[in-house]
T-cell receptor
Framework: ETGVTQSPTHLIKTRGQQVTLRCSSQSGHNTVSWYQQALGQGPQFIFQYYREEENGRGNFPPRFSGLQFPNYSSELNVNALELDDSALYLC?????????????FGSGTRLTVV | QQQVKQSPQSLIVQKGGISIINCAYENTAFDYFPWYQQFPGKGPALLIAIRPDVSEKKEGRFTISFNKSAKQFSLHIMDSQPGDSATYFCAASWGETPLVFGKGTRLSVIA
């Protein structure tokens, strides 16, 4: 059973640029959630994808967008990067619709905006 | 609005001692309360979770105590070891809503 894998592990971007982060969900999981974790803080929910549709969104602006593909992998896109977007971005997968589900997190992508 | 409040921010415990981390929540609809462990450079890993139909759950050295009336739950780590040094997050959710996390507790277990 493979876990959640994220790429790249580290990234440095300039303010105003765009970035795409990628996530492969754990085998057997059908749902992917993205979280932003600022330094010294708990993860904050960005959005969730189920069956290729966004089915939940946290308090993040529209320049944060995503996709889920038929194989349940996912992308997080951030446009017009701001310095405050510097954080660890975590992807988590689960199986909605199954009892006692749990979220499996990847190791994250560390994004630095300069 | 912080829906899950976690304390303390940091904790230092002697090897072999008991580590206790507390969380309080506001939303009475929450019905799933997990604890996650995170090591530097890694994502959070599920440690143990509880649902409100029980007041305590134990897995090895880790125990969750749950007080529904007080809207509080806590993690107890018995016989704490240096390898337990990590950041611990409580979280909560209801139905199939996403997890809401506390701000984390940095635990250091010293020999």
């Amino acid at each position: 059973e493979t876990g959640v894998t994220q790429s790249p592990t580290h990234l440095i971007k300039t303010r105003g640029q765009q970035v795409t982060l990628r996530c492969s969900s754990q085998s057997g999981h059908n749902t992917v959630s993205w979280y932003q974790q600022a330094l010294g803080q708990g993860p904050q929910f960005i959005f969730q994808y189920y069956r290729e549709e966004e089915n939940g969104r946290g308090n993040f602006p529209p320049r944060f967008s995503g996709l889920q593909f038929p194989n349940y992998s996912s992308e997080l896109n951030v446009n017009a990067l701001e310095l405050d977007d510097s954080a660890l971005y975590l992807c988590a997968s689960t199986s909605l619709g199954k009892a006692n589900y749990g979220y499996t997190f990847g190791s994250g992508t560390r994004l630095t905006v300069v | 609005q912080q829906q899950v409040k976690q304390s303390p921010q940091s904790l230092i415990v002697q090897k072999g001692g008991i580590s206790i981390i507390n969380c309080a929540y506001e939303n009475t609809a929450f019905d799933y309360f997990p604890w996650y462990q995170q090591f530097p450079g890694k994502g959070p890993a599920l440690l143990i979770a509880i649902r409100p139909d029980v007041s305590e759950k134990k897995e090895g050295r880790f125990t969750i105590s749950f007080n529904k009336s007080a809207k509080q739950f806590s993690l107890h780590i018995m016989d704490s070891q240096p390898g337990d040094s990590a950041t611990y997050f409580c979280a909560a959710s209801w139905g199939e809503t996403p997890l809401v996390f506390g701000k984390g507790t940095r635990l250091s277990v010293i020999a």
